[in-house]
């Protein structure tokens, strides 16, 4: 299967920990997405790379939120001392820059808990 | 922020019916997607419309791209037990560098 894949799928944790989710994008794609959704709505921009670049962050995106893509493929999102309010799906997606077409694939997301 | 408008949140229908969703908006989007998200799952695309006007299908899917730009919708016949689900359409900003801003979504019921 050639799809966007996360990991872990599901994660559970305890408040103030830190929790970091991994996402493998669409391999040729070199734009990488990553979005929050929280029961009743739709997906929320978090923050974006094109390659390896950091290109917009959301203001949803605290100081305690942070992600890479060292290498321009996968990706990691780390959220430090998490609250309660974190607990969503995170979702990542990917799309190929040099379409005219901003066609964004979805991997089935990081559903994380906080206790 | 920007924000899509779909309404109702919940729609029931007999198996075999069409049904048709509407996305609005205050604002001039330059893409218009509809995606549909099991539960549990990520969204998953199903219709993507880049032009003023544009019509485009998919099997039993019919999306347009409305005329003045703020605003789509998507039509499925025949109705099928899997098309359960939530719809969402998405839409980019011009100038919004890629980010899709979503609507919250309709949850689709189909009765057999």
């Known amino acids: 299967d050639t799809g966007v894949s996360q990991d872990p799928r599901h994660k559970i944790t305890k408040r103030g920990q830190n929790v970091t989710f991994r996402c493998d994008p669409i391999?040729?794609?070199?734009?990488l997405y990553w979005y929050r959704q929280t029961l009743g709505q739709g997906p929320e921009f978090l923050t974006y790379f094109q390659n390896e670049a950091q290109l917009e962050k959301s203001r949803l995106l605290s100081n305690r939120f942070s992600a890479e893509r060292p290498k321009g493929s996968f990706s990691t999102l780390e959220i430090q001392r998490t609250e309660q309010g974190d607990s969503a799906m995170y979702l990542c997606a990917s799309s190929f820059l040099l379409t005219l077409y901003n066609e964004q694939f979805f991997g089935p997301g990081t559903r994380l808990t906080v206790l | 922020g920007q924000q899509l408008n779909q309404s109702p949140q919940s729609m029931f229908i007999q198996e075999g019916e069409d049904v048709s969703m509407n996305c609005t908006s205050s604002?001039?989007?330059?893409?218009w997607l509809w995606y549909k998200q099991d539960p549990g799952e990520g969204p998953v695309l199903l219709i993507a419309?880049?032009?003023?006007?544009e019509l485009t299908s998919n099997g039993r899917l019919t999306a347009q791209f409305g005329i003045t730009r703020k605003d789509s919708f998507l039509n499925i016949s025949a109705s099928i037990p899997s098309d359960v689900g939530i719809y969402f359409c998405?839409?980019?900003?011009?100038?919004?560098?890629?980010?899709?801003?979503f609507g919250k979504g309709i949850t689709l019921s189909v009765r057999p």
């Open positions: 604002s001039i989007f330059n893409t």
């Open positions: 391999s040729e794609h070199n734009r």
């Open positions: 419309l880049y032009k003023a006007g």
């Open positions: 998405a839409g980019q900003l011009p100038g919004a560098n890629s980010k899709l801003t």
